[in-house]
């Protein structure tokens, strides 16, 4: 089992950046891919963007391509989501997750752990 908690989100006027961080404990970091999703009021939970287990192979949602990076350090146990030309529509929950296994996927149902999730709220 992995343990996972979320960091930096917060309040930010559109067109801004935020980092959000997830630290992770329990198995070996360097096992498992990672993702993050989000979930709006209202709506269903949603793929963000994932990594595989040595950060060489990542994968994006159309919404957030090309503005948004995942980035991970194994040595720090910890997987990264650079956030920058926000929208409002990017306002959400986001939520790390570990994989099964090595790979990246878009599917939740293929991660075993969550984290608690973090705030992100982007003014117009």
């Known amino acids: 089992q992995v343990q996972l908690v979320e960091s930096g989100g917060g309040l930010v006027q559109a067109g801004g950046s935020l980092r959000l961080s997830c630290a992770a404990s329990?198995?070996?970091?360097?096992?498992?891919?990672m993702g993050w999703f989000r979930q709006a009021p209202g709506k269903a939970r949603e793929f963000v963007a994932a990594i595989n287990w040595n950060g060489d192979s990542t994968y994006y949602a159309a919404s957030v391509k090309g503005r948004f990076t995942i980035s991970r350090d194994n040595a720090k146990s910890t997987v990264y989501l650079q956030m920058s030309s926000l929208k409002p529509e990017d306002t959400a929950v986001y939520y790390c997750a570990a994989a099964r296994d090595s790979y990246y996927y878009r599917t939740m149902s293929r991660y075993n752990d969550w984290g608690q999730g973090t705030q992100v709220t982007v003014s117009s």
């Open positions: 329990g198995r070996t970091f360097s096992n498992y891919g």
